[in-house]
């Protein structure tokens, strides 16, 4: 049976993990948004290409009644390699604990990446409810099914080996991709994602994704439901396909997007590096109250 031996918590300090102080404060931000329901996946903490102080400042102007975390949260394979966990990674489970704290709704469904936690579903930590996969009901009645999408992933699936190996080429992209933004934080640019770059010119990268989509899509009309919401592949999508509502949340390494639901049933996909670069934009009074 899988462990989370490697991780800095265990499962039994879960429920008092909102007790630690952060080392970045959660910011007091007026005006915070307010969604019905917030979809992230593939944060991938553990890693040095998790875009933490992003998704850190996405939650310090996000709020949800409810809250679901689409796979590879955690990433098990990196930390078995080499431990590496920052105390800005231990400040994004602080936020999303302190949310199960305060009422909203958590829900877990652990991907290939953190499958050491799949051990656990069904049952409840801390607040955060453990799943295997689950279906949402948006507030016009439609039902979709929530999975990480991995479980569609021939590779995965079928050559394990071949996954780590393809795992072990993208971490090095991510390094590169790093260096980029350093660079481009220098210049004052934008953040930019080179392995998002990458994977939009190659061919088979694009073949791969419109496949997984299909499947995806595929096996929620199999299921007689409206839709199907997933993570896995890193790539914010919301498309139709064969009458079924397809949406992928993306990730926090390159693209850094979440899905939302607005409290009239409208899905709507963050792309939060340009929510950043907008707010940045503004004149610096403005931008003090924003903040």
Not at 71 to 80: F, N
Not at 217 to 232: L, T
Request: aromatic residues 10%; hydrophobic residues 45%; glycine residues 8%.
């Amino acid at each position: 049976m899988a462990t989370i031996s490697r991780l800095p918590f265990d499962a039994a300090q879960i429920a008092d993990f909102h007790s630690i102080t952060p080392s970045i404060p959660e910011r007091i931000v007026a005006g915070r948004r307010q969604y019905r329901t917030v979809w992230i996946s593939d944060v991938h903490l553990g890693t040095r290409g998790c875009n933490a102080a992003m998704l850190i400042d996405f939650l310090d102007h996000v709020d949800s009644d409810t809250m679901y975390l689409v796979g590879d949260i955690i990433d098990g394979w990196a930390m078995k390699k080499r431990f590496y966990w920052p105390a800005a990674h231990n400040d994004i489970v602080w936020r999303v604990l302190k949310r199960a704290k305060r009422n909203t709704r958590i829900v877990y469904i652990p991907g290939n990446h953190d499958e050491m936690f799949r051990q656990f579903s069904g049952l409840d930590f801390g607040g955060v409810e453990i799943r295997r996969q689950a279906i949402h009901t948006t507030v016009d009645g439609r039902r979709l099914l929530v999975l990480h999408g991995d479980e569609f992933d021939a590779i995965t699936l079928s050559h394990r080996w071949l996954a780590h190996l393809g795992d072990a080429a993208y971490e090095m992209m991510m390094g590169l991709n790093r260096w980029v933004n350093l660079v481009r934080r220098a210049f004052n640019l934008p953040y930019w994602s080179l392995s998002k770059y990458a994977k939009q010119k190659v061919k088979n990268a694009v073949s791969f994704i419109s496949k997984f989509e299909e499947i995806v899509a595929h096996e929620a009309a199999h299921r007689g439901i409206d839709g199907v919401i997933a993570g896995h592949i890193h790539k914010a999508e919301m498309r139709t396909i064969a009458g079924i509502e397809y949406y992928n949340d993306g990730d926090w390494v390159e693209g850094c997007t979440a899905l939302v639901e607005h409290y009239d049933g409208t899905m709507e996909i963050l792309h939060w590096a340009e929510e950043i670069a907008a707010r940045d934009a503004q004149p610096s009074g403005v931008r003090l109250a924003a903040a």
